[in-house]
């Protein structure tokens, strides 16, 4: 049986961490500001983009809202860039633009 968790360091999971960082500096936000709009402290912010924090599904929902994004179409578009491929699975670029 495969283990389904992803590493903190896959491509997956790298390339949504850039999406993140890169939308919150599309709007302008420090990682302070982000954390104010989340109601978190903001070291979580930086954790998440580095890899440090793993985001779970109603995490990833209030991030995606804090970010502007509507969550399942952030899902939607990252299903549509990953193609599963012999148990493996394979990134193709997405402008970020699209996400908004």
Same mark, same amino acid.
Request: charged fraction near 20%.
């Given at each position: 049986?495969?283990?389904?968790?992803?590493?903190?360091?896959?491509?997956?999971?790298?390339?949504?961490?850039?999406? &993140?960082? !890169?939308?919150?500096?599309? =709007?302008?936000?420090?990682?302070?500001?982000?954390?104010?709009? $989340?109601?978190? +402290?903001?070291?979580?912010?930086?954790?998440?983009?580095?890899?440090?924090?793993?985001?779970?599904?109603?995490? &990833?929902? !209030?991030?995606?809202?804090? =970010?502007?994004?509507?969550?399942?179409?952030?899902?939607?578009? $990252?299903?549509? +860039?990953?193609?599963?491929?012999?148990?493996?699975?394979?990134?193709?670029?997405?402008?970020?633009?699209?996400?908004?």
């Amino acid at each position: 049986m495969r283990n389904m968790r992803l590493s903190v360091h896959s491509v997956e999971l790298t390339y949504l961490r850039h999406l &993140f960082t !890169q939308r919150r500096l599309e =709007l302008g936000l420090s990682q302070r500001a982000l954390a104010d709009r $989340l109601g978190v +402290v903001y070291s979580f912010i930086g954790k998440v983009e580095t890899g440090d924090r793993r985001l779970d599904i109603f995490e &990833f929902v !209030q991030y995606c809202t804090g =970010l502007e994004w509507n969550a399942l179409e952030v899902l939607q578009d $990252l299903m549509s +860039v990953c193609e599963q491929q012999n148990n493996h699975f394979l990134l193709t670029a997405l402008p970020t633009s699209q996400l908004k």
